[in-house]
């Protein structure tokens, strides 16, 4: 049976969270609800350490996303650590479900470390910011269908009667001592504070520290501290690294310009924007550099969008989708990419062009419309690639296609 049990509430989130949990060297499966019984996934023999459910509660009622979670934890089984996986922007039914998860489990307290310092998602003061920015004033509380109204997590939790504790950084920060002798406190749910992956390691180890002497934890968290809980209670081996993917995106329209900002809401995305009066390939090659030094996972090249209104030169158009291809070329001959996102047909063509390669190997199709597999011939053959169109998919489209990517790379498969 699986060592753990990931309820995330969409299905992109599910599946990043499951690479993370790949990428520490955890054989994760991801599957959507309601489950089967006699699913595969639930067999002795199938060797998966972490079943990842979706369980698509995103935009549903509490109620409904209460009983998903109930019945997902009763076909699971027992498993040794349950992990709420929660959105990066807290949006959804974070405290519904929280408390669904515990109900499951009297015995247990909730640690809740939603922070993710590498997507610019921090915890300072009881606060969730985003970039630095409070979660109540981020893009997050414009969100057409889950706006985030609150900055403090746990105002989040509601309902819940429950006590709430709030282990803030400056104790974190002392170091595992500290935080287990804080974390002895008898709260049924304890907020943690993290601005940065050592954080989310200490905290981690003192609930590793407390759970041998009894104490079962579930944990509330975006991915990375479920991770690293994982791994200091001796589930998980370690972490591993996967190079970053390169999106090129040509379209301009408000659809894509939509997925896009979801991309930087999920993935923390971060994108070189293009004039498109002065196309320069170096320049734009050199700030996509800059960004992936800094460590960015998913960096992107973009069309910066006209004026509303403004007519689009058809010379200065043409000129675009070769200057993209031509910044891709430079970015991938001066740094390791796993993977390549391309949307807007022409965008894809000059990409393929422009690295020389004489085709593409289409492995599966992500969403309608949008497919994905490997670059062939060239110098970069079996180079991950998706591409989709620019009026293709809904909101999360972008974001299936990058995180299909991301997986590709977290799980070994087709990596260059």
Known sequence: MPKLL?????????????????????????????LEPDAPCFRAESGIDALVVNLGTRHASPPHAARAVRTAIELAGPVELTVKRVDTTLRGNVGVETEAVLASAPDARALVVPAFPDAGRVTLGGLH??????????????????????????????????????????????????????LRRPAGIVVCDATTNRHLTTVAKAAARLAAEGTRWISVDSGPFGVRLAAALGLAPGHGTVPPVL?????????????????????????????PERPDPPSIAAAAGELLAAGHRVVGIRTRAPTPGTP????????????????????LGGHRIGGLYATGGDIAVEVTKALGAEGFEI??????????????????????????????????????????????????????
Do not use: M, W
Request: charged share 20%; proline share 8%; hydrophobic share 45%.
């Open 129 to 182: 910011l985003v970039d630095g920015v409070p979660l109540a004033e981020s893009p997050a509380s414009r969100d057409p269908l889950a706006p985030v109204k609150s900055s403090r997590i746990r105002t989040l939790l509601q309902p819940t009667g429950r006590e709430i504790a709030e282990l803030p950084l400056d104790v974190v920060e002392e170091g595992v001592d500290a935080v287990v002798a804080a």
């Open 6 to 34: 990931v309820l995330g509430d969409d299905l992109t989130g599910s599946n990043a969270t499951g690479a993370l949990y790949a990428r520490f060297g955890l054989r994760a499966v991801s599957v959507n609800a309601p």
């Open 363 to 416: 492995d599966t199709e992500v969403l309608p419309l949008a497919v994905a597999g490997r670059l062939s011939g060239g110098p970069h053959t079996g180079l991950p690639f998706a591409t989709k169109g620019g009026l293709i998919g809904g909101r999360d489209a972008a974001v299936a296609c990058l995180e299909h990517l991301n997986h590709v790379l977290a799980t070994g498969r087709n990596t260059p």
């Open 312 to 331: 689009v030169d058809p010379e200065v158009a043409a000129k675009i989708p070769p200057a993209l291809g031509e910044a891709a070329r430079l970015v």
């Open 247 to 275: 999106a090129v995106v040509g379209s301009i329209t408000g659809q894509t310009h939509d997925q896009l900002l979801e991309t930087e809401l999920v993935l923390d995305a971060r994108y070189v924007d293009v004039d």
